[in-house]
């Protein structure tokens, strides 16, 4: 015959004092109360489940009173009889809490912010910066009723990155949301790649009909003889900083990007090779870049080393010499010479080139370079790895000889 429990009562538990070894107090039911060495005392509810006796934490004396102990053991009893694992569901219910916090942890800020730093060692130190800027403006704000910058990323919908698309469609930035659209795609991969989202979201988006028929863009140039001629004499005859007109003077034959000419060094130039040698970290593509120099800009530079107002920068800033010229100086040293956007851009000169180079090919006044050198002195990205070294090991002279071609183009255009 089982014998009967003795019912504890709070006397007897606010009595009961620390011993060398840790013991217990039963309540019957399976509750019993145990008293540590330390002095601390401890709920605890036996309980079998499949055949094997367990034990489990309900909390300490602190928290639960005898009473509440005991309403404990009614409640988790009943679990018992429904055949569940109080230890087996303590353990999910604590796991399902974590991902419950990690869940408001991982905002899409906070995953935006992981991706971008990750994506750093792929681009340009320029190109980075844009990236950043394009999340600030384009994705951390609120439109209308969207605003998914503090919102957990696995609980962004297709229909609020929807909205913000079509919001920034809705204000003529057709453009704009197209980039944004892509800067998503790359979040939302790294999201599903580092397991904070199950699913690339934006994959399943038809991005034609949100954005709508992609519009080709072009930027402001000048092709027709007669006007490139007056562009490369308004530069000459330009009265503004000698840093930013030495810059456009070079920036017709070079035609790189207005970041890359900015930030040219010093140390970057080769005079005996006649080369100007642009490193990764500075380029688009991530991949050096070596640009032939024709004669018109080696002298141009003999001259500015002469005159050099700083011993990094080849085109410092007028006003700090250890610093680039800034981003808006050759924008608005056009806009001083009387050339509104619509007209022309810094980034007009890549277009000229590549428009005169591609339709001079084979002419009679023109050269025999192909399409590919073209393109290779551009710097645009080979998707071939191996195919990129190679062409840029065999452009090379076809390379030197279509620069100077172009810059004696320019130089007879000024001249007329």
Known sequence: MAIATTQLTDKKIKSAKAKEKKYKLYDGGGLFLQVNPNGSKLWRLKYRINNKDKEYAIGTLEFFSLSEAREQRAILRKLVKQGIDLNEKKKADKQKSKEVEEKKENTFFTISQKWLKSYESEVSENYHAKLGKALENYTYKKFD????????????????????????????????????????????????????VPHNIISDI?????????????YPTFTKEKDIKG?????????????????????PYVFVRSYNIRHMEWEEIDFKAKEWVIPAEK??????FILPLPHQVIDILKELE???????????SRTYKDRPLSDNTLISALRRMGYTKEEFVPHGFRAMFSTIANEKANEEDGHSYTAEVVEALLAHKEPNKVKSAYNRSEYREPMRGLMQWYADYLEGVKRG
Do not use: C
């Not at 038809?206 to 072009?218: H, N, T």
């Not at 002469?306 to 410092?316: E, H, I, R």
């Open 283 to 288: 380029m688009k593509t991530k991949t050096e």
């Open 206 to 218: 038809d991005m034609p009909i949100v954005l709508g028929k992609r519009e080709k863009k072009s």
């Open 306 to 316: 002469v005159n050099a107002l700083s011993g990094v920068y080849v085109f410092p």
């Open 145 to 196: 009723k969207v605003y998914i910058k503090e919102k957990p990323i696995a609980e962004v919908t297709r229909k609020d990155i929807i909205a913000v698309l079509e919001t920034l469609r809705a204000k003529g930035l057709q453009e704009t949301a197209k980039r944004t659209a892509m800067i998503l795609n790359k979040v939302w991969k790294f999201a599903v790649t580092h397991e904070y």
């Open 231 to 251: 562009l490369l004499l308004n530069i000459d005859d330009y009265q503004g900083d000698y840093s930013t007109k030495m810059a456009l003077k070079v920036l």
